[in-house]
């Protein structure tokens, strides 16, 4: 059990090792703060329930990461040290408890609360009123010194003139970035921390000045002498001597009042011009915070209660319409750039019409956006009382950016309207949606081109370079190298895999082409049933179309979809010209597997599983699916409700006949 325990712990610091380093020291973190903080709060667990555990690079043990040999190392003569974290009630109630059991007094605390800037700290040594050394955090015992990016900073008082600086004096603060400067350049990094962390670590001081880092101190480390008595306090005196300090800090009495100054906190953080991931609370007395002192990696008086990691309050700007591939037509919030885990949200969605209706949305309101793992951000509810009385009912288009009218259909099945309002799919005649299909086209499951992503195609649109998908096959790589950002390199790229694209099996190929309600696997099945590219073409020229429905697999959706694809002039016009271009070939099946030369066929609901993806499992065992019950059948599987017609069929064959469980158990 112990031995399980430890491996189980010894991985776990191990990966925590790795993304430390990224985080900390590479500036280009994999995983989110979420699951970073998860994965230090397990290894603090584990620790706490089985004291047997330890490591060096354990998080209650290790700070940050060893100074970068591209710089200067510089001892600290006070560690920098890290922050434990808080993120429920009860955490902070353990925090003063083990406070004033460790002070065995009984006294109201009082607190010195702060934004905890969600940059990277900094360490400036004042001699005499002069800035000399700068050093950046490292393992909290050794930094790197930076002194001259930092001074690129222009926050940081070079010198400070006031008598009453004591001989020297080390500030501490941190070093971020605000919103509107991240907003220009977030392609580069995944959220304001790492773009703080990634330019002033520059070698070239020259490099760091030219983005518009910003500081706001905090604290002190070393000084040769101390005249303040609380935090608070100190705080107003560093303005005092020319930094920038928070507006926002402030002095608390009580854990309840923390917890509730932090719900409203978290309901308006959206309104700061930088990022912040929770509050710092400090104890406010420096005599206090004295006698507590530190453990391992953290002080005892201070405590870091952060904000939840996956859902945040901002405020919609706008209301923006997105036409997806099919002509849907999804609202999508424009919201003020707010941090959810890690990663800064500015847009959400809004789902559909009657999701605006229902929760009554509106252009200027206080939302809630929630943002779960990878799941798109979306705003879960409004926060009515912050309303002003001014804002009006969101009116839903009735017309698609490109022009047409907008219709809800009516699904026959729930004999509903459906809740997605959509541009009547007239293929590339809509801009917004000719766009969609060429990005889809292009995608990973489809034609697979590499090097042409979503925003390369809507570049090329804007530029006219392409209006359908086969003007990719026709691009000018001499014009492409001259844009920004390309060169004859990433040019002859594009056309190498532009080139290489062109050899595509027919399932790819129909799935490429963006057939409302024809994915992956309907793909596999008219291309099985088509067997190559001439017959595709000519199925469909000639009508046959509903020939297909007899396939199991195929419904009427799917047929009427093909229908109203093939009667559009542009659509076959597309499909005839890439089929000139491109190098179709038949479908490759899999030749090896358990059910080799095993047929199947199914009948009645599945559960847990499509049809579609039941079949792929048969394919993927190179088996094969028939389309009626013949001799040629060795297996009918039958899930809930299956017809009985082909049941008594397969009876009277002598076909055996399988339950689901039965059938996948034939290969695990
Ligand atoms: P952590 O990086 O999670 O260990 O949290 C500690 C860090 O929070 C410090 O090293 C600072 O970079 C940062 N921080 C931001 N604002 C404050 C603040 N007001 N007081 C102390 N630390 C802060």
Known sequence: ????????????????????????????????????????????????????????????????????????????????????????????????????????????????????????????????????????????????????????????????????????????????????????????????????????????????????????????????????????EFLNELKSWGFLTSDYNKVIKGIDELFTFHEQFEKKRFDLNYDIDGLVYKVNSLQLQKRLGFTSNAPRWAIAHKFSADHAYSEILNIDIQVGRTGALTPVAKVKPVNIGGVVVSNATLHNEDEILRKDIRIGDTVKIERAGDVIPHVLEVDIKKRDGKSEKFNFPKKCPCGFETIKEFNKITKKYDAVRRCPDKGFECEKIAVEKIKHFISKDAMNIDGLGKKVVEKFWDLKFIKFPQDIYNLDYQKISSLDGWGSQSASNLKFSIENSKKVTLDKFIFSLGIRHIGIENAKIIADFTNNIKSFLNFFKKDKIKELINIDGIGETQVKSLEKFFQNKTNIKVVEKLSEILNVKEREVKSKGKLKNVSFMFTGKLQNISRAEAKSLIEENAGSIVSSVTKKLDYLVTGEKPTNRKVEQAKNLGIKILTQKEWSDLFN
């Open 1 to 232: 059990m112990n031995k399980e325990v430890e491996k189980k712990y010894k991985r776990k610091v191990k990966e925590f090792q790795k993304h430390n380093k990224l985080y900390y020291d590479k500036s280009t973190p994999v995983i989110s703060d979420r699951e970073f903080d998860k994965l230090k709060a397990d290894i603090i667990n584990l620790e706490k329930k089985y004291s047997f555990l330890s490591s060096a690079n354990s998080p209650t043990k290790s700070i940050g990461f060893k100074p970068s040999k591209n710089f200067e190392k510089f001892k600290h003569k006070v560690q920098m040290l890290s922050l434990s974290n808080a993120f429920e009630k009860e955490d902070l109630i353990n925090f003063e408890k083990k406070i004033l059991n460790y002070l065995n007094e009984k006294i109201a605390l009082e607190y010195s609360v702060e934004p905890k800037v969600d940059g990277i700290s900094a360490s400036l040594t004042y001699l005499n009123g002069n800035l000399t050394y700068g050093v950046s955090r490292g393992d909290g015992s050794e930094g790197e010194l930076i002194t001259n990016n930092l001074k690129t900073i222009r926050d940081i008082p070079h010198k400070i003139l006031k008598k009453n600086i004591p001989k020297e004096i080390e500030i501490r603060g941190e070093v971020f970035i605000e919103k509107k400067d991240f907003e220009k350049i977030k392609d580069n990094f995944a959220n304001p921390r790492n773009a703080a962390s990634g330019s002033l670590r520059q070698k070239d001081p020259k490099v760091t000045s030219k983005i518009p880092l910003k500081f706001i101190a905090y604290t002190f480390g070393f000084t040769s002498e101390n005249k303040f008595k609380n935090q608070s």
